[in-house]
């Protein structure tokens, strides 16, 4: 990491994953009411790599996630009342209410559909990146996922192929230490999920996965080489999901408590708060801001949860292509 | 709601007692009894060991048999898949489980090429012992990749045997013939039930795989369905028959081999037939009843074989579509009605 | 042998010259125009590029296109299927080549769980422009990982178009519609029709999706069917016809969507229905037509729908079985007789 | 590699490469006289790794093997008679005339159904090594593929859980530079596909595998490895097909004559025979036991062919389990 970035840029950093954050803590209260159905797959504790990332992207870049994406999603910088619609199955929704929370997607801001399979993304993530090239563009392609997706054989075809090609894609790796309830190391022989993506012949870094500027020089770096043509790189943030594997999941089960509190006190805001709070009349500015996204929240809120629901009749729409 | 007629019990019944559980912990009691009676009994799968898997179906299996028994495995299901392939050519029961039928499609070619075939292609030289335990259906807020229903899939692959449990009794009884099976089995559990109570007479309670269950005796017009359609058909018989419409509800359980001389008998006495099912409607396993039935009893058919599944269409997230992508308990009350006119 | 019919030509047939061409050459046409005649079209492939493909469909396109229009790919079948999901959502129309159907087994989640579900759960956000190309189908010596007819798992999946030419000027005709639709098609060659010569008339000759072509008329029965089996049942009707039974054959061509309206106004008109096709019979695509066509044309019907299909076991090696195993001459002449019975 | 092994030893290995040899030789006989049916993928130029690995097995150990496994399957002591029944289709064949050339079965030698689905018996092994430590046997087990089938997901996932879990497997690569047309080396970034295996946490080996010797030798190391409890090992052997990917395949559009001919040079039957023949009145002795094999060879095609068809009406047969 270079020196530490100067504080207005932090602020806007910050500000993007308290975004997330809350967010993700009102999705969090809606689904307990029973106002969003199914499951939600929160990353609060993970959004210095979704905002990190994000940060070192064009606009015009494009986003490959997971069902874990909300931060990836609105780092991208979608509109929050679309993305609440969609979890609440509004006609207004990013995806109209056919696709809900594991499926934001967004192509006006670059963001690709995020996936719930485990694996696919990475494959969709390289024939993204394909299109660039074909059409002479010099968008890259951000491709998150967790760290037991690289048990996942098709994950490695990917691999191969954007290293073969040369393909402008970076492999964010979100080592959050667990998949589902398993611990990520039980899984592999071995500490390094690293070794096997740099066997395909592309960098390697790790990175912090709690400190968000580390996350975005990172990616930065793997950014610039991708639209050089200099191929794929992989970062794998090291980082923690606070909650469960999903929203019916406390988490605490099968994680020790002493582990959870060492990732917690290393919280990705409070740490970039702290850092910033040695700046003269921070904590104010941060609060205001903090309350100016609590109003934007409040208003995306409410606006979709007053959206109307689909037409039930509209179940067949956007299934194949007019004509 | 649910009158469970079973014809057969071929265990002994001597110590047999009945208890009220649910469906998962019926499906946690035959893989531990199986567990205990047979040594090559092991189980595998994502999240199964420790954690006991996600919908609690493996709970406490690995702290009583031990981690080389019960198996938490990396996301790799074409590796453990193909891992109990190979274990079962050697000797070993796995009884593997794939979180979501979904999955399947990332390893279907260790159960469509691999298990279903290397019996037959080897004349027979070696066996194929697989229970691969999956769960499927639609559940409000459930979106296109986490919902499916693939039976029709797995039913038309020659090898594969293919069963589908509705209540806690067959999935404690189902389970344990399908673990004993020879035969890979496609056993297709589903999301909805987990959580339903039923009774359960443990023990050496099994039911032989190919035998439907008639849930409910009538005259009129006979419903063919399986897995979390059987309350729903039920519901709207129990419905219907205040109108004086006696309908026959068949609870299929085997879907390959389907129990073919129970469906016949009772649509030749009733002469009217639908099937509901949960998989999508254009080819689905109604097709396939639609097919042998019209072929094997024509003349007995007073109007079509009629078929009900879900719409053609991926699931839609929002509940707002629910009603209109699976069969209800209306829509399957107002088709039966329709048949009969 | 085969009295193609076409009712329909919708290009301009202005410069339209026919070629006698072999069904490998016609579908080699037909890439080789669209690569032309549009940039965003792209071939991918295990050996398509430099050595033009095990059966030669792809013969010098990349020496006359380049290799980043034609590109050859590891044995990634997830990989590269899933390249053209994401290359597809980003303006590119990929066709995709999958050697043998029986390989679409280590990659159906990118064709069941993305392309053909990703445009609908993005409320029509995406559109997924690819043709998956493979070839199935049983030939002597072809064993059971190389010698399965999957078409009824892919008509099942809501999202899908399934395409299985028959000709020559079929496979020219089908393949351009396929390249230009912005639908995921999965066209089905068949490995026994590469090298069958027939007319091809050249150009923008196009066969929409969802017509079938009636290659007979005829009066006392209908026989459905579509790719390799439709020489032979042609030549069982001719069979038939030296006694007097006017068999009407139906190549159905687009097996999703379904020409629903053609085969309802031939059964109808007959009365009588046999589906012939390769795949196994339980669960085939046949069962769907029977269940299809005993719906919807119940009171025409003068007999069961008579379905053929595969036997149900994977294909055995030893050609001894070949005659047992698939629908011949002999056998569909008995089954069209019978059913007039 | 430790010194040159006995001549005697040597001379059993340079058998059982000649029998491969002719029983190939005789197949592409067969089936260009249109009596096999179906493809053939033959491992001419290959025997030395089929012959060598399996030298190395217990006869009690298993083998898992593909398409091309008509050496490793002859390797393990199956009867040649019930070989050729078998790619004739015959009824006395290894699986009845059921399987053919490419699933030439036969679980009384430890023979597991080869296949011919690319990287599928990866997985398939592990299951067959995971039973043998359920069981408490010190069995083995050998799994053999080819370079190409290292870019198949499976594969990887397979090799991951055979190194967390320790299982008694032997990787074995057949590395002969092509994927049925495509060169090796243009389908992965770098030139090690060995790397790739390295990464899953087990140790990997080179041999020349046209040195029976040295493919035995690495081989047995491994072996002792997974015997001893330790785990899985992967050995890579390079070698070349003589012929095409299959028999439809002249094998020479996509690959240079030069290579062709240098690889030819290094056939291992010659360089066996060439390093035995110091040896005073071995060239008689080897022409001795060619012509006895090639006796033994002669009675077995002639039975295989004079052996009876199966029944068309037993096609059910072997589908499901009695009962
Ligand atoms: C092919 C497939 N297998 C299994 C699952 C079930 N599943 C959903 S998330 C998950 C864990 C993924 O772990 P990781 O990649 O580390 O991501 P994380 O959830 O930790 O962000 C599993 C097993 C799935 N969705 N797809
Ligand atoms: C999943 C799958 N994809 C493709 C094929 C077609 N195919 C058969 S052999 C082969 C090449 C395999 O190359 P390699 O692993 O190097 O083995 P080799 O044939 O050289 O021994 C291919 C692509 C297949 N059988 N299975
Ligand atoms: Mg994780
Ligand atoms: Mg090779």
């Keep these: 990491m270079t020196a530490t970035w100067p504080a207005d840029r932090l602020v806007g950093l910050y500000c993007q994953m308290y975004l997330v954050r809350r967010f993700e803590e009102r999705c969090l209260e809606l689904s307990r009411k029973g106002l969003i159905p199914g499951s939600i797959h929160l990353c609060i504790g993970q959004e210095a790599a979704a905002v990190g990332a994000a940060s070192a992207l064009r606009s015009d870049d494009l986003t490959v996630a997971t069902y874990r994406g909300h931060g990836h999603v609105l780092a991208r910088g979608i509109d929050p009342r679309a993305a609440f619609a969609e979890v609440l199955g509004r006609q207004t929704g990013l995806c109209k209410g056919r696709g809900g929370s594991m499926h934001l997607t967004d192509m006006s801001h670059g963001v690709l559909p995020p996936n719930s399979i485990v694996g696919a993304g990475l494959p969709i993530a390289t024939g993204a990146a394909l299109a660039q090239l074909h059409k002479g563009a010099d968008r890259v392609v951000l491709c998150s996922f967790g760290e037991g997706t690289l048990n996942q054989g098709g994950a490695h075809e990917a691999l191969n192929l954007a290293a073969i090609w040369s393909l402008p894609v970076i492999f964010l790796c979100e080592n959050n230490q667990y998949s589902e309830m398993t611990p990520a190391y039980q899984m592999i022989k071995g500490d390094s999920f690293a070794t096997r993506v740099a066997a395909y012949g592309m960098p390697t870094t790790k990175v912090d996965g709690m400190n968000v500027q580390a996350v975005a020089e990172a990616v930065a770096q793997a950014v610039t080489r991708a639209r050089n043509g200099e191929g794929p790189s992989y970062v794998e943030a090291d980082t923690y999901r606070f909650l469960g594997h999903y929203q019916g999941d406390p988490g605490t089960s099968y994680r020790p408590v002493d582990e959870i509190n060492y990732w917690r006190a290393r919280d990705p805001l409070l740490l970039l708060a702290a850092q910033l709070s040695a700046e003269a009349g921070m904590d104010m500015r941060l609060k205001a801001e903090e309350e100016s996204i609590e109003v934007a929240l409040d208003t995306a809120q409410q606006a979709a949860l007053d959206d109307p629901l689909p037409l039930r009749d509209d179940v067949w729409e956007g299934l194949y292509a007019a004509g | ?341």
């Design chain 2, 1 to 341: 709601m649910q009158q469970v007629r079973d014809k057969v019990d071929t265990g002994s019944s001597v110590a047999a007692a009945v208890h009220e559980m649910t469906y998962a912990q019926a499906l946690n009691r035959a893989l531990a009894e199986e567990l205990e009676r047979d040594p090559s009994v092991i189980v595998m799968g994502e999240d199964v060991g420790a954690y006991g898997g996600v919908f609690g179906v493996t709970r406490d299996l690995q702290a009583r048999f031990g981690p080389r028994r019960v198996l938490d495995t990396p996301i790799s299901e074409t590796g453990f898949l193909g891992c109990a392939v190979g274990a079962a050519m050697c000797g070993l029961r796995p009884v593997v489980e794939i979180m979501f039928v979904d999955f399947t499609l990332v390893c279907m070619d260790q159960i469509v090429n691999q298990a279903a075939k290397l019996p037959f292609l080897t004349g027979g030289q070696v066996r194929m012992p697989i229970v691969f335990r999956t769960q499927q259906g639609a559940r409000p807020g459930t979106a296109a990749q986490h919902s499916q229903c693939l039976e029709a899939l797995f039913a038309h692959v020659p090898g594969l045997r293919v069963l589908a449990p509705a209540t806690p009794a067959d999935a404690y009884g189902m389970l344990k013939a399908a673990i004993r099976s020879d035969d890979p089995v496609v056993y297709l559990e589903h999301k909805a039930l987990y959580a339903t109570v039923g009774p359960v007479r443990l023990s050496e309670y099994i039911v032989p795989i190919g035998m439907s269950n008639t849930v409910r005796s009538g005259s009129h017009v006979t419903a063919l369905t399986y897995s979390a359609m059987v309350p729903v058909v039920l519901s709207a018989a129990d419905a219907l028959a205040e109108d004086g419409i006696s309908v026959e509800v068949i609870d299929l359980r085997s879907l390959a081999p389907l129990d073919e001389a129970a469906v016949l008998e009772s649509v030749k006495r009733t002469g009217h037939v639908v099937v509901i099912h949960e998989g999508w409607r254009r080819g689905g396993y109604g097709a396939e009843l639609a097919g042998l039935i019209q072929e094997l009893a024509f003349d007995w058919l007073d109007a079509p074989v009629g078929r009900m599944g879900a719409r053609d269409v991926p699931k839609p997230f929002s509940p707002v579509f629910d009603s209109v992508y699976l069969p209800t308990k209306d829509s399957v009350i107002s088709a039966l009605r329709s048949t009969l006119c």
